[in-house]
């Protein structure tokens, strides 16, 4: 059954919230013991990668995910605006000032979102789809149709009168096409911040849902969840096939919903 024809509305389980720092610290070790592991990972063409870090979150969250990514050739920019409390203006308008500085001198950019900052790579993409080579998010529940799907709600509605008015907030993304570039949303079912199902959209052409087995809080770190990125970068450009996991490595990837 597709995911999305299941019951929407629920919150990640308290014990998935509750260990969501545990389980990050074992991410970050289990990165540290496989780097010999994600050196074989494939690299790319260079092309400019803009990094959008989550909710609350600074762009010292996605060193280690730029890093990588520096280091299989890519020209990667970080989102450069400071903590991430929500669509602000000075974020939404240095967004678009981001993708058309990078992409002018580069030529188009992918973007990698982390939770919200995948909501906010996929708005890019709809308003700059000749500028967005494509769009990967790891945990972003851009297909949230309840708040009660995201523990992080309170903390989203806590700086809400800094936020640009409600009026400009995008439709629901039921209500609307898929984006126009290649799409990728990496998902874990053990993601205590956010339901799994808010994370993914039915399969189609050039837009697919990877499950990974990550904490929320730890995709930036999980080595799983790199590969798939590193993975999908590399595919030339205008090309495109959905993921397919080494045959070393198939184990480390659940079977999707």
Known sequence: MSPLHLVRGSAPGLFWYLTEPTRCAL?????????????????????????????????????????FLSGLGYQVHPWGLGRNIGPTR???????????K??????P???????LGGIFAREMARDHPHRVRQVITLG???????????????AFSLFSRLHIPREEFPPLESTRPPIPVPATSIY??????????SCVEEPGHRRENVQVSSSHLGYGFNSTVLWVVADRLAQAEGTWAPFAAP???????????
């Open 109 to 115: 950019v992918s973007i990698v979102g982390w939770s």
């Open 188 to 197: 874990s079912k053990t993601d205590g911040i956010v339901s799994w199902e």
């Open 27 to 67: 991410d970050v070790s289990e990165f540290v013991a496989t780097r010999s592991m994600l050196r074989g990972a494939p690299s790319g063409d260079g092309h400019p990668v803009l990094v959008f870090p989550g909710l609350g979150a600074t762009d010292s969250s996605t060193v280690m995910l730029r890093r």
């Open 102 to 107: 990078a992409s002018d001198e580069c030529g």
């Open 90 to 100: 000075r974020s939404v308008d240095g967004m678009h000032a981001l993708v058309k």
């Open 247 to 257: 045959p070393g490595m198939a184990r480390m990837y659940p079977r999707a919903a």
């Open 140 to 154: 972003s529940p851009y297909n949230m149709s309840d708040p009660v799907q995201s523990r992080a709600m309170p």
